[in-house]
């Protein structure tokens, strides 16, 4: 992974020495509370429902032990004993006290962390495939370049005061599992007929208010251009972006108003305009980063069979929640986030502190967060996932529910956000208290539930199979009900509202009703998102709206 060199290590803790400042004046009445407001967000603090909530950055997704530790000891000591990992593979503390987070963003820099730009008007965590380096059908490994467009773009003066927040996600694999079709800039790095490596550019996706899908603007960019190409997107949308309307802010609204070829001509001439001043490639710091990203010391092993003689619980656990490895002998792990005694996304200190153990006596140390709230081991051998297993139960990591419908994206909802109109957790809980027979889900086969408290979307349920979507009606909880929507590759697509919102109580129950049309209707091998997409909606929506059915 990347490690800090003097400068990084300066500038994280010149930052915090700067931010207890300006906290000890706001705190003395010294500055007003919009203008702490600016410098707080800078700084990765919003005040929440009930307190501030710290954002703490995980670059594309990569933890080493020794700071899963001090997020461990964070939880502990500032906290109330767990934090909450999200879809932009960062991680968050809901119970912080405000005087106190100067002193959790120097403890975060003794581990080469910190919070800048985790919110803002900026350029957010950049974010990856959570395979990166290990996937077999990888082109190249993005993560080197998600570095390299990170220490572009912290503290980059023009564009720290954007119009709106800007979100880049790059991948290096045919299967888009980074939702990067919903960002504001998706990067793809691909191979032309000559055999070239480079990034194909899309620009325009975003979920909230007014859900898209990107658009490509470049289908072959060489990866030498890339920084240069960045700034010709950004300085378009930070001269033509709107300002005047937080709702039209994005640049998905831009991209839509001008059309997509409109803009690409835009960022074509502002590039071109532009080449002799912009940042040029350097081979050789892109080189140094690199080799941050070196694969660990692999043995020289073969592939086994693990299962013979095994539980059928190890087993399930096996085929739901590992994935194949591109160096044989070894297997991927995800650490299941989503059981039903938990919120999805949450970990205690005390997982945390077991899981760094594990990490470093299975996987060299090292632990990735995914987009899907979910924890993962990238490198452990495979004659060791038994005992992997058997660890990972312990301390309940172990719920063989990967790309099950209760493997489900959640946002923290009104339980904690000061912008949710719904309650997501309890929800969550009804679900997984209905759904609670894993041959059932197994049957059910891949289905992506995706959740959220409010219009924003942080769940992501506009790209869900079934998207959830809490709505307030006079003071009361009620969900609308979204599917068909996806977040893969070029089976990107927004869901469609089956009809009229269920009231908080029939949420569980409108989701089986759906799930009983797929069982019926499926065809041989055919997922949830196949069926919907083959018989269309009205079928399901005839079955959940039935006079028998129908909400007062």
């Known amino acids: 992974m990347y490690l800090y060199d003097q400068i990084d290590q300066r500038l994280v803790e010149e930052r915090v020495a700067q931010f207890r400042e300006q906290t000890r004046r706001y705190l003395a009445g010294e500055l007003s509370e919009d203008d702490f407001r600016a410098l707080r967000l800078r700084n990765g603090l919003y005040i929440q429902r009930h307190a501030p909530m710290l954002r703490i950055s995980v670059p594309y997704g990569l933890l080493a032990s020794r700071q899963l530790r001090m997020l461990a000891r964070i939880a502990r000591e500032y906290d109330k004993g767990y934090g909450h990992f999200t879809t932009r593979q960062n991680i968050q503390f809901n119970w912080p006290k405000l005087e106190q987070v100067p002193d959790i963003l120097a403890l975060l820099a003794t581990v080469q962390m910190h919070a800048i730009q985790t919110s803002g008007n900026c350029i957010r965590n950049v974010t990856a495939d959570h395979l990166a380096g290990v996937a077999p059908d990888e082109v190249e490994d993005p993560r080197p370049w998600c570095e390299y467009v990170r220490q572009w773009a912290t503290l980059h003066p023009e564009f720290s005061f954007l119009p709106r927040k800007f979100k880049i996600a790059i991948t290096g694999s045919p299967q888009d599992r980074a939702a990067s079709k919903v960002h504001d800039i998706g990067l793809h790095l691909v191979r032309n007929e000559r055999g070239e490596v480079g990034f194909e550019v899309l620009v325009g996706g975003g979920l909230g208010r007014a859900p898209m899908i990107g658009h490509v603007i470049r289908e072959f960019l060489p990866k030498e251009d890339l920084l240069s190409y960045l700034e010709a997107i950004l300085r378009v949308y930070n001269l033509e972006g709107r300002r005047d309307n937080i709702h039209k802010a994005r640049i998905k609204v831009l991209v839509k108003s001008l059309g997509p070829e409109k803009f ?203 998207g959830i979507l809490g709505v307030d009606k006079n003071g009361e909880e009620w969900y609308q009900i979204t599917i068909g929507g996806s977040s893969s590759g070029q089976d990107a697509s927004l869901g469609q509202v089956i009809g009229p919102s269920v009231p908080h109580a029939e949420v569980a129950a409108t989701i089986e009703r759906i799930l009983n049309v797929y069982l019926e209707e499926r065809e041989e091998g055919e997922r949830f998102i196949d069926t919907v997409r083959r018989i269309g909606i009205k079928p399901f929506k005839e079955r959940v709206y039935a006079p028998a059915h129908q909400a007062a």
């Not at 690409?264 to 532009?274: D, F, G, K, M, T």
């Not at 692999?298 to 085929?319: H, I, K």
């Not at 297997?331 to 989503?338: A, E, I, N, P, W």
């Open 264 to 466: 690409r001509e835009l960022v074509e001439a502002e590039w071109q305009a532009s080449r002799d001043t912009a940042p040029q490639f350097d081979a050789a710091e892109f080189e140094r980063i690199k080799r941050c990203f070196a694969p660990p010391p692999y043995e020289t092993l073969v592939d086994e069979d693990v299962l013979s003689g095994r539980p059928a619980e190890f087993r399930n656990w096996y085929q739901r929640n590992t994935r194949r490895h591109k160096v044989p002998g070894y297997r991927v792990v995800f650490l299941s986030l989503k059981s039903p005694t938990r919120p999805p996304g949450d970990i205690t200190h005390t997982e945390l502190d077991r899981v760094a153990d594990l990490a470093d006596q299975y996987s060299f140390g090292l632990v990735r967060s995914t987009h899907d709230q979910n924890l993962l081991f990238a490198d452990v051998r495979q004659r060791d996932l038994f005992e992997l297993w058997q660890a990972l139960k312990e301390i309940d990591l172990a719920t063989p529910n990967i790309g099950t419908l209760t493997d489900m994206i959640c946002c923290p909802g009104l339980d904690f956000c000061a912008l949710a109109n719904a309650t997501s957790i309890p929800i969550a809980k009804q679900i997984n208290e209905r759904f609670d027979d894993l041959d059932y889900l197994y049957d059910l086969g891949d289905i992506e539930l995706k959740m959220s408290g409010c219009m924003n979307a942080c769940g992501h349920h506009h790209v869900g199979h079934i």
